[in-house]
């Protein structure tokens, strides 16, 4: 469920926003976080980017391999193929 946080910005030159700091705390961005985009009819949704697995999509213990994400069930299936 969608409601407003109580603060209004206004959009820089550059299209940035500041998130007020209350927030930033509240939902645990600190500088230099990654944040992922998401649309939804007209409202946009910002939300704390987790890295996804790239064979299953999982978000569970997803490791970080040569620049890509993969989760350890999918890490163990790579290992099996090897024996
Ligand atoms: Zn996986």
Do not use: T, W
């Amino acid at each position: 469920m969608m409601k407003p946080a109580g603060v209004v910005r206004k959009v820089d030159q550059l299209g940035r926003i500041v998130l007020p700091k209350s927030l930033r705390k509240r939902y645990l961005m600190n500088e230099g976080d990654p944040v992922e985009i998401f649309v939804q009819g007209d409202h946009i949704i910002l939300e704390r980017y987790r890295p996804k697995c790239v064979f299953c999509g999982s978000m569970v213990d997803v490791r970080d391999f040569k620049d890509r994400y993969v989760c350890g069930v999918c890490m163990e299936g790579m290992a099996e193929l090897q024996r």
